[in-house]
C-alpha cells in the first residue's frame, strides 16, 4: 500500500520561502509520477506542480517562475521548493501519485490514485 507523508508546512510572511517535502513508503520496483496540489477553504483542489520519473515538469501558471517541484527517487522524495510567497498561496498542500498516469503533466486531481494528509501553508500579507 503507497503512503504519503507531507511535512516542511508552516506560516510565514509574504514574500518568504518554505520547502515543502512528501516522503513516499510501499512501493519497491518502480517509481510514480508525483505532484503537488493544495486547497484553500471554500476552493477545488488545484494542481500546482508535477514531476514523472526522468524529472520532466509541469506548472501550474500561478506558481511558474516562483515554485520548483523536484523528486530524489533514491529516497522516495518529493519536494516543493516555494519563493516569493503570496497571501493567495495560503491553503493546505496534499502530495500525490500515480503509477500509470499518462496525463500527469495536465495537473489534474482524477489523474493520481495515492495521495497524502497534507500540509498547511499560511502566507501573511
Known amino acids: 500500500q503507497v503512503q504519503l507523508v507531507e511535512s516542511g508546512g508552516g506560516s510565514v510572511q509574504s514574500g518568504g520561502s518554505l520547502r515543502l517535502s512528501c516522503a513516499a513508503f510501499g512501493y519497491t520496483y518502480t517509481s510514480p509520477c508525483m505532484g503537488w496540489f493544495r486547497q484553500a477553504p471554500g476552493k477545488e483542489r488545484e494542481g500546482v506542480a508535477a514531476?514523472?520519473?526522468?524529472?520532466?515538469?509541469s506548472y501550474a501558471d500561478s506558481v511558474k517562475g516562483r515554485f520548483t517541484i523536484s523528486r530524489d527517487n533514491a529516497k522516495n522524495t518529493l519536494y516543493l521548493q516555494m519563493h516569493s510567497l503570496k497571501p493567495e498561496d495560503t491553503a493546505m498542500y496534499y502530495c500525490?501519485?500515480?503509477?500509470?498516469?499518462?496525463?500527469?503533466?495536465?495537473?489534474?486531481?482524477?489523474?493520481?490514485?495515492?495521495w497524502g494528509q497534507g500540509t498547511q501553508v499560511t502566507v501573511s500579507a
Open positions: 500525490a501519485a500515480d503509477f500509470r498516469s499518462r496525463d500527469w503533466w495536465l495537473l489534474r486531481r482524477a489523474d493520481f490514485t495515492y
Open positions: 514531476i514523472d520519473i526522468d524529472g520532466f515538469t
